[in-house]
């Protein structure tokens, strides 16, 4: 027996708003390479990779959205909701890869500037375009980051995107008020050292996910009390908990219910508490229970 409930990991509403912050990060990260590439900033560079991990999450999301409403097949039976982990693995390699590559650039330039050249002025018409940009961003999801918690994460990549544009604005102003280019090479390494431990912990998510180990914040132990608390149920076994991608769990369990329930007929009341256990208690979307009766020999193979 199993419990589905209904995927309710975004709403249309919020696809709309999430649709428009990426266009708007998009855009403003394509301006920021150009930027970079005219004026000879680092620093512009590293923000426009640091957009570029908030314009990542923000596809990430849409996907999500999208790919929930994909039925199941016979297939893909869990649906294609792994393509989000997929994408955020191929994310954070190039996120870590591309930091690296600024890190190192940043403190050679640092410490040997040579006759490197940062255009100041472009330098400060750029990132003054990401911080307005990134503003705009923050007032069209201000109300709706507080209703959903998918919005309120690029919510908050959008803030990081704000921090690391007005670092870029502050090595600016000092590059065309002293001309020291190496605040240029700071600025990027400070927005590096923002990157990487994101890049990071998005790595650690997807490995966990693959993995199949119980998501962040799932106490196994705790589910398996709340079962046991249950009326009529004697044991349970073979409890597992994975998650198909952020936001969706999974849980699977044999539990074993006394003969008297069986007789009595409250198995099928004690099934539709269990389930009702996992969705209200620990947020499960799929839960499936095989009910055994006290006296059940299990057949399946043990290790």
């Given at each position: 027996?199993?419990?589905?409930?209904?995927?309710?990991?975004?709403?249309?509403?919020?696809?709309?708003?999430?649709?428009?912050?990426?266009?708007?990060?998009?855009?403003?990260?394509?301006?920021?390479?150009?930027?970079?590439?005219?004026?000879?900033?680092?620093?512009?560079?590293?923000?426009?990779?640091?957009?570029?991990?908030?314009?990542?999450?923000?596809?990430?999301?849409?996907?999500?959205?999208?790919?929930?409403?994909?039925?199941?097949?016979?297939?893909?039976?869990?649906?294609?909701?792994?393509?989000?982990?997929?994408?955020?693995?191929?994310?954070?390699?190039?996120?870590?890869?591309?930091?690296?590559?600024?890190?190192?650039?940043?403190?050679?330039?640092?410490?040997?500037?040579?006759?490197?050249?940062?255009?100041?002025?472009?330098?400060?018409?750029?990132?003054?375009?990401?911080?307005?940009?990134?503003?705009?961003?923050?007032?069209?999801?201000?109300?709706?980051?507080?209703?959903?918690?998918?919005?309120?994460?690029?919510?908050?990549?959008?803030?990081?995107?704000?921090?690391?544009?007005?670092?870029?604005?502050?090595?600016?102003?000092?590059?065309?008020?002293?001309?020291?280019?190496?605040?240029?090479?700071?600025?990027?390494?400070?927005?590096?050292?923002?990157?990487?431990?994101?890049?990071?912990?998005?790595?650690?998510?997807?490995?966990?996910?693959?993995?199949?180990?119980?998501?962040?914040?799932?106490?196994?132990?705790?589910?398996?009390?709340?079962?046991?608390?249950?009326?009529?149920?004697?044991?349970?076994?073979?409890?597992?908990?994975?998650?198909?991608?952020?936001?969706?769990?999974?849980?699977?369990?044999?539990?074993?219910?006394?003969?008297?329930?069986?007789?009595?007929?409250?198995?099928?009341?004690?099934?539709?508490?269990?389930?009702?256990?996992?969705?209200?208690?620990?947020?499960?979307?799929?839960?499936?229970?095989?009910?055994?009766?006290?006296?059940?020999?299990?057949h399946d193979a043990h290790t």
């Open positions: 027996m199993h419990d589905h409930a209904p995927s309710g990991i975004r709403g249309s509403d919020s696809r709309r708003l999430l649709a428009l912050s990426l266009a708007i990060t998009a855009v403003v990260m394509v301006v920021q390479v150009v930027g970079s590439v005219l004026s000879g900033s680092l620093a512009l560079l590293a923000d426009a990779a640091h957009m570029f991990t908030d314009a990542a999450a923000l596809v990430i999301a849409l996907i999500a959205s999208m790919v929930a409403a994909r039925p199941a097949d016979d297939r893909n039976t869990f649906g294609y909701q792994r393509a989000e982990v997929l994408g955020a693995l191929v994310n954070a390699i190039i996120l870590i890869a591309l930091s690296l590559w600024v890190a190192i650039e940043g403190v050679q330039r640092l410490i040997d500037p040579g006759d490197a050249e940062v255009a100041g002025g472009l330098m400060l018409a750029v990132a003054v375009v990401g911080l307005v940009a990134n503003a705009f961003a923050m007032w069209l999801l201000g109300s709706a980051q507080r209703r959903s918690i998918n919005v309120r994460g690029a919510y908050l990549e959008v803030l990081g995107d704000l921090v690391g544009s007005a670092m870029v604005i502050v090595a600016a102003i000092i590059i065309a008020l002293t001309g020291w280019v190496q605040a240029d090479a700071l600025a990027s390494l400070a927005i590096a050292a923002m990157i990487i431990p994101r890049a990071i912990a998005l790595l650690r998510e997807v490995m966990s996910v693959l993995a199949e180990s119980a998501p962040e914040g799932t106490h196994v132990q705790e589910i398996r009390q709340h079962i046991l608390t249950t009326d009529g149920v004697v044991d349970v076994h073979d409890l597992h908990v994975w998650q198909l991608t952020r936001g969706a769990p999974v849980f699977t369990a044999h539990v074993v219910v006394s003969d008297e329930a069986f007789r009595d007929g409250r198995a099928a009341a004690i099934l539709e508490k269990l389930q009702d256990c996992l969705a209200h208690h620990f947020d499960v979307e799929h839960s499936t229970f095989q009910l055994e009766p006290a006296g059940h020999v299990e």
